[in-house]
């Protein structure tokens, strides 16, 4: 079985993330996502979502690519997650390019293109927009 990992905040879920997970577990039979947790998300990405990590776990769950839902707690974590849950493949947007070549030791490293017109940030900042 070839194990596919990727991670993110996956705030407010839109078609965007629902292509990256397509095309990630195509890449394999099982897909794992590494969910940041709030406090991961204030203390490192100082930001606040919209919804909680046990919702966002939740809407992640119920989407038919994904396997597995586990925590993002900290940065450093993902060569420990790589080893514990035998990854093949991890697989993350590529506006992080280069930025996890060191996990090659250990995995393929995937870097997939976005989807240029959406974004978690964009629907936010029209969301906070239309409030006027």
């Not at 990992?5 to 397509?22: P, V």
């Not at 095309?23 to 099982?30: E, F, H, Q, S, T």
């Not at 590494?34 to 406090?39: N, P, R």
Request: charged share 35%.
């Amino acid at each position: 079985m070839k194990r596919v990992i990727t991670y993110g905040t996956f705030d407010l879920i839109h078609y965007g993330h629902i292509n990256l997970l397509r095309r990630a577990k195509a890449l394999g039979d099982y897909l794992i996502v590494g969910l940041s947790t709030d406090e991961f998300n204030w203390n490192e990405k100082h930001k606040v979502s919209f919804f909680s990590y046990e919702q966002r776990k939740e809407l992640l769950e119920a989407i038919r690519y994904v396997d597995l839902v586990i925590p993002e707690e900290n940065w450093d974590q993902k060569s420990k997650d790589v080893k514990e849950y035998h990854i093949d493949t991890f697989v993350i947007g590529d506006d992080w390019k280069g930025k996890f070549d060191f996990l090659k030791e250990d995995c393929e490293v995937v870097y997939l293109p976005r989807t240029p017109e959406i974004s978690t940030s964009q629907i936010k900042a029209e969301l906070k927009g239309s409030d006027n």
